[in-house]
């Protein structure tokens, strides 16, 4: 076998801080060849490359064999793609990745939210897509230069294909933790990824949404009045409620349990309040809307998720129109 032929083609779009960091981490392996298609920080990536300075894992150049302002430059199909990208206006994007792709395409989805694959699935029936949560942090600081701090850790697993031989997929799945292995970051693997993008979105439908609306840090917003907490606590029952009724098994004592968590922290803001004060769209859809969708299919009465999410929708509407 010659080494074009052992070489595995990646290809990652959408890189701010968490694609960043992953690129990072896939660029380590010697068999990848890595490509990525960058936006906003294009100029910069393409003339000076790409650097991270991390807590764990030191300062480096990023190795990129390839960068794409678009995926219309891309002629040939891609391995793996592994999308990024901020999940607004997420059925999108999976048609304009149709260049970079072919039935043999495995995609790689790290975003906040739930039903962010279905797009894809939609798109890509005859494809296999490993779904993603990340507790990455890190910040693009300027274009090109990635700040990751010591907190570093995914969850993944198979959205499961039908059509597919689930042989051949794991076999995907597995070719990828190979690759995150080798990149020498935090991962496990789970039989039920979805349980672990629920109880993430249960957290951030309350933070996220929380901290866009009142502009307030958790803390704040904890101590603002005696509603605080129940209605944050209610605002997570409802949406474990409706993991629940999709067949996703968390439990009831999350709430109390994230509750607990965001008590002991400083007051933080949020990915979606840092996107309110740039101006950016939010990441509504698969925070709120998703789960608000399938509730709304279930006939579920979940009033404070719809005022949480129709205000939240009106704050993304305004941003929209800036
Ligand atoms: C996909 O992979 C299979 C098995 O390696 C190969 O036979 C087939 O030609 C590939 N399909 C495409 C479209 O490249
Ligand atoms: C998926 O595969 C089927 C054959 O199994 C084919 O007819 C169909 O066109 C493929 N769909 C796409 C979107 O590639």
Sequence with gaps: MSTSEKEIKVLLFGLGAIGGFYVFV????????????????????????????????????VNIDQVYKSPDEITSAFDYIVCTHKAVNPSKVPPILKP?????????????????EEPFRTTFPN????????????????????????????QMGLFPNP??????????????????????TIFQVEKDIQI?????VVWNAAWNSITT????????????????????????????????????????????????????????????????KEGRGLEVDVILGYPMRMAKELEM????????????TAVNGRLNKL
């Design 26 to 61: 896939l660029g380590r392996n010697e068999n990848v060849s890595l490509s990525v298609v960058a936006r906003s920080n294009y100029q910069q990536v393409k003339e000076h490359g790409l650097r991270i300075e991390s807590q764990n894992h030191g300062d480096h150049k």
């Design 100 to 116: 970079a792709t072919n039935d043999n395409t495995t995609f790689v989805i790290i975003q906040n939210g739930v039903g962010n």
């Design 127 to 154: 494809n296999t897509i490993i779904s993603c949560v990340t507790w990455v942090g890190a910040t693009q600081t300027s274009p090109g230069l990635i700040k990751h701090t010591k907190s570093e850790d995914m």
């Design 163 to 184: 059509k597919l031989n689930s042989d051949l997929e794991q076999q995907r799945l597995n070719t990828f933790a190979t690759l995150l292995a080798t990149g020498q």
């Design 196 to 200: 672990k993008r629920w109880e993430k």
């Design 213 to 276: 609306l009142t502009d307030v840090n958790t803390q704040d917003w904890l101590a603002s009045s005696p509603e605080a907490i129940p209605v944050t606590k209610h605002l997570m029952h409802e949406v474990i409620d409706i993991a629940i009724r999709c067949k996703v098994p968390l439990d009831h004592s999350l709430a109390d349990g994230l509750v607990d968590k965001i008590s002991a922290m400083p007051g933080i803001f949020s990915s979606m309040h840092t996107d309110m």
């Design 301 to 312: 009465n979940v009033p404070v998720l719809s005022t949480i999410y129709a205000l939240t």
